[in-house]
């Protein structure tokens, strides 16, 4: 019921290519959907996020795509870039502590 | 930018010791979070903490761990007897109230317990 499940594990692109990232939840009460990027050695950094009422939010190159009824979320990077390369968590909350996908490591080649 | 800080940024103790992970989270924030991440693994809620009491904790949070928020600024984490599996990077996190749910985090400290 906590889970949030994420796919792929890994993900290697072009660049200038648009990565997608894949999460799906079961908990219905969750209401804030964030995505995090982590580059090694550092904290998760607050990339995107989203509410349910809304199906789709972008900001610069990232758009999050959200499905309630199938209740998926997912991050597209458009253009990507060699600097975009990173591990990227979805997350899942509704008023209660993170959930956090597994992960994605995102390596954008030139 | 206001910014959440954590010390030591490396931690190495032998096993059975006590260690204490420190944060400095963002000014007017109210809300403070333990998380942790073993190497190569998803980030997982440990603690949160608001009003000077923890509000919620997670399994991993058992008896050998406390928090501690001594002063308007700190935010503490201690470990009484760290085990080889309690090695891993340890981030505290803080959000600015109910409202807002961005939570921003620290850089981490990096335990190793030997």
């Known amino acids: 019921q906590q889970q949030v499940k994420q796919s792929p594990q890994s993900l290697i692109v072009q660049k200038g290519g648009i990565p997608i990232i894949n999460c799906a939840y079961e908990?219905?009460?969750?209401?804030?959907f964030p995505w995090y990027q982590q580059f090694p050695g550092k904290g998760p950094a607050l990339l995107i996020a989203?509410?349910?009422?809304?199906s789709e939010k972008k900001e610069g190159r990232f758009t999050i795509s959200f499905n309630k009824s199938a209740k998926q979320f997912s991050l597209h990077i458009m253009d990507s870039q060699p600097g975009d390369s990173a591990t990227y968590f979805c997350?899942?909350?509704?008023?209660?502590?993170?959930?956090f996908g597994k992960g994605t490591r995102l390596s954008v080649i030139a | 930018e206001p910014e959440v800080t954590q010390t030591p940024s490396h931690q190495v103790t032998q096993m059975g010791q006590e260690v204490i992970l420190r944060c400095v989270p963002i000014?007017?924030?109210?809300?403070f979070y333990w998380y942790r991440q073993i190497l190569g693994q998803k980030v997982e809620f440990l603690v949160s903490?608001?009003?000077?009491?923890?509000?919620?904790k997670s399994e991993i949070f058992d008896d050998q761990f406390s928090v501690e928020r001594p002063d308007g600024s700190n935010f503490t984490l201690k470990i009484r007897s760290t085990k080889l599996e309690d090695s891993a990077m340890y981030f505290c996190?803080?959000?600015?109230?109910?409202?807002?749910?961005?939570?921003?985090f620290g850089p981490g400290t990096r335990l190793t317990v030997l």
């Open positions: 903490f608001y009003n000077n009491e923890i509000s919620e």
């Open positions: 997350a899942a909350s509704g008023n209660t502590p993170l959930v």
């Open positions: 996190a803080s959000k600015a109230g109910d409202a807002y749910n961005e939570q921003f």
């Open positions: 989203i509410r349910p009422d809304v």
């Open positions: 908990n219905t009460a969750f209401d804030y």
């Open positions: 000014s007017n924030h109210l809300y």
